[in-house]
């Protein structure tokens, strides 16, 4: 089969794939309630969440979304979560604020912490060689802050099915793997891509083997450490590692939206990136998550100053992303109506999975943190993102305001 006879057949398989489920959503309307029982609204910031709120509604709507949440942290306090839509269309179940979803690449920055709290705790060598450690995976000259900061060469998912526009097919991987060990067989034998430090290549596969080394250093499974170190001390009740069996959690079902409307998303099995991926959790967990970075002694000033500086390469310059350890580091211009313009810097990470979206975004320097998930991946990735950033600067145009 050519590659244009095998893109051909893929695209009739959309086509045919898109009539399972045609959903048509009722808008949600402005003043809805939020859902759940851990409702947030700090009537302090009114006006802001009043916009912000409207900013939400519009987005859901305009891309067709079938459900989303949102949440927004301000001086280490959540004081806004909202959820609408639904977890299930077919259900017509709700989306509340425990509803946890796929957040993608964004376990990426949580995986973070977990590398911060071992290293502070001697357990993690970030400049050790991987070689040290008994993996079945070539002993390359790799160190574990160049798989963290996508500095290692190690290639990233398969070619997509569309050249990059559709999901390739290892990302729509439904095979269990039993361990994270028996994951690096999908790229053990897959050449580096550049000698370790000498360049940049986005990969998840990266992250994967950053679990692999940290379950060999610490003597402990990846989702042990990462629930003992991150989720429990920070009381991210509603974020789990994707486990084929999700008893006691309320998750959303997944859908990819198609033309205007939604169509059910393949099963997939995220057991081969649970570090860089295949994470579940709530916009509310991923905000509490950033207000322990920005304001308490989760970690110390220096562990929080190594995760979010962008890596430098052999020659001195950062790389293409400014890529911290789990987290992109960039300058963020707001423009006011007087067409005044304000830079502040932002730390982020967006992530993309089967069916869902996530991005979360804080300003360190401002106190501010905004996170959402939705349960569908739309090819309109960019309203999803801008819209974050959107709300964060009506919170941001309030807290200037004077005496707010």
Do not use: C
């Not at 739309?378 to 964060?392: H, P």
Request: aromatic share 10%.
């Amino acid at each position: 089969m050519t590659v244009l006879q095998f893109l051909l057949v893929g695209a009739l398989g959309l086509v045919a794939t898109a009539g399972l489920l045609f959903a048509s959503l009722p808008p949600v309307p402005a003043d809805a309630p939020e859902a759940g029982e851990e409702v947030v609204y700090d009537h302090a910031y009114d006006a802001p969440i009043g916009a912000a709120n409207e900013i939400f509604v519009e987005m859901l709507n305009s891309l067709g979304l079938p459900g989303a949440s949102v949440s927004v942290g301000v001086g280490g306090a959540v004081v806004w979560s909202r959820a609408a839509g639904y977890a299930d269309v077919a259900e017509r179940r709700p989306w509340t604020l425990q509803t946890a979803s796929r957040i993608g690449s964004v376990s990426k920055s949580v995986t973070s912490l977990a590398v911060g709290k071992l290293v502070e705790r001697g357990v993690l060598d970030l400049d050790a060689s991987i070689g040290q450690y008994a993996l079945p995976f070539p002993a390359y000259p790799i160190t574990p802050r160049q798989l963290a900061t996508h500095t290692s060469g190690i290639r990233h998912y398969d070619l997509g099915l569309g050249f990059g526009v559709l999901p390739s097919a290892e990302m729509l991987s439904n095979t269990h793997y039993a361990s994270v060990n028996d994951a690096l067989q999908i790229f053990a034998d897959s050449p580096l891509l550049f000698e370790p430090g000498t360049g940049f290549n986005y990969s998840t596969y990266g992250y994967t083997l950053l679990s692999a080394v940290i379950e060999a250093a610490s003597g402990a499974a990846f989702v042990d450490v990462i629930a003992d170190e991150v989720f429990t001390p920070l009381g991210m009740r509603h974020t789990t590692p994707e486990f084929q069996d999700l008893t006691g959690f309320e998750t959303a079902s997944y859908y990819t939206s198609f033309a205007g409307k939604l169509m059910n998303a393949p099963e997939v099995d995220h057991s081969n990136k649970w570090a860089g991926g295949g994470l579940l959790s709530t916009p509310t967990d991923l905000v509490r998550m950033a207000n322990a970075l920005m304001f308490e002694s989760f970690l110390k000033p220096e562990t929080v100053e190594m995760l979010l500086t962008p890596q430098r390469l052999r020659n001195g310059e950062v790389n293409e992303q400014n890529y911290a350890i789990g987290w992109r580091v960039d300058t963020i211009n707001f423009v006011s109506g007087d067409a005044d313009v304000a830079s502040y810097q932002a730390v982020h990470h967006g992530g993309t999975s089967n069916g869902a979206s996530a991005f979360l975004v804080m300003f360190p320097d401002l106190g501010i943190a905004v996170a959402m998930t939705t349960n569908a991946l739309t090819l309109d990735r960019s309203t999803f993102v801008i819209s974050a950033y959107r709300i964060a600067k009506r919170f941001i145009e309030f807290l200037g305001e004077p005496g707010a």
